[in-house]
């Protein structure tokens, strides 16, 4: 049969091109389906990302069935913070390996076309939304904004060229685990010598600690591996879309002196929740199946720790690892704790996961070619 790839360039191509999961998983228990509202936002003209970014997207389509999809992304805000041509692939599914071939070469001309001469991924569409494919485990459904996918997605991208670029780790830890005696060494020294104040974020002051946060994360970040600088649009708007399923008590800043310099920020694993809700749609009844459920929430994720560059010889690290399981021991709902995801080679962070006890039981890969 003949594949025809189109291009999403009206708003009934982009609900079909939103829908092509559902025909994807529809016999996998481990998928969790996402809000069809959330995914649209992310391609509405007016989201922050296009303000420093380009996407163009395409479905697959055999018989009048969507088989398949795949997007380009051109950021230049990475491309100017790292000096490079480098292109994305992401949203990325299909149902056999014909299908990926076409809609990858589709993808890659577009970023040829773009002066690009490498393309990395999975990213959808940057690092900082959901990234990696998911190439170890497999048994456990995937918890708040982390990426899942079938299996033979790694040897499908594989055979078409591309090569490991970086792993990230996700880590599984019971939450009531013994703090590691040198990590409350580290903590206690640290408090002993600086004048440090904990807070959580308040719904009340929200849009002064969001500022505070983009500080903080802008700093903590700007050597990693990946990383790209959020601008103020794009990070209010990533605290708009969780400010209805943040723990307000599990986002806690470390101040010294009076001046925000760290903060750990945990999620309840909203996924749950969204596993009952399976055509991804909150009205007519989705709406009253999220809060029926939410209260029955028992895992979280921890999906960032962050120190401004100037305190972090501190030892804030173990400070907020240690007031973040405090709180959870004391809140008593969650049963267990992720922590990701992590570049597998960032020692500082993987060492003391390791050290609280933390088990790395999912691994993601991002690849890369050259065009």
């Not at 692939?89 to 076309?113: H, R, Y």
Request: aromatic share 12%; with cysteine.
């Amino acid at each position: 049969m003949t594949i025809e790839v189109v291009k999403v360039d009206s708003p009934a191509k982009l609900r079909r091109f939103i829908n092509v999961p559902w025909k994807i998983y529809k016999k996998d228990p481990m998928w969790i389906p996402p809000l069809r509202m959330a995914v649209h936002d992310l391609f509405k003209p007016t989201h922050p990302f296009y303000e420093t970014g380009e996407m163009q997207s395409w479905l697959a389509i055999e018989n009048g069935e969507e088989v398949g999809r795949i997007s380009a992304v051109n950021c230049h805000a990475y491309n100017k913070y790292h000096d490079e041509k480098t292109g994305f692939f992401g949203f990325f599914e299909a149902q056999n390996k014909d299908i990926s071939k076409i809609l990858f070469e589709t993808a890659e001309s577009w970023l040829k076309e773009k002066g690009l001469n490498t393309v990395q991924g999975p990213f959808s569409p940057t690092t900082n939304y959901e990234c990696g494919l998911l190439v170890e485990g497999f048994d456990d459904p995937p918890q708040i904004m982390m990426q899942y996918n079938p299996k033979e997605y790694l040897t499908t991208i594989e055979s078409l060229g591309y090569k490991k670029a970086k792993d990230l780790l996700a880590y599984v830890i019971p939450t009531k685990f013994e703090m590691p005696e040198v990590i409350k060494k580290i903590a206690a020294r640290t408090e002993s010598r600086s004048k440090i104040t904990y807070r959580s974020i308040s719904k009340k002051t929200w849009e002064r600690d969001v500022n505070q946060m983009l500080d903080i994360y802008n700093s903590a970040w700007e050597k990693n591996w990946g990383f790209i600088p959020m601008t103020e649009a794009e990070f209010r708007h990533t605290a708009k879309d969780l400010k209805s399923v943040v723990d307000e008590k599990l986002i806690i800043f470390a101040d010294v002196d009076g001046d925000p310099a760290g903060f750990i920020v945990t999620l309840p694993d909203f996924n749950q929740v969204l596993k009952t809700i399976k055509n991804g749609k909150l009205l007519p009844f989705g709406i009253f199946k999220l809060l029926m459920n939410m209260n029955k929430v028992n895992r979280c994720r921890t999906i960032t720790l962050g120190v401004k560059a100037k305190y972090r010889n501190l030892g804030l690290g173990p400070l907020l690892y240690q007031k973040s399981h405090q709180t959870l021991l004391d809140q008593g709902k969650y049963h267990e704790i992720e922590m990701s995801w992590v570049l597998e080679d960032n020692l500082d962070m993987n060492k003391p996961i390791i050290r609280m006890g933390g088990k790395p039981y999912k691994r993601y890969r991002i690849f890369e070619k050259s065009l």
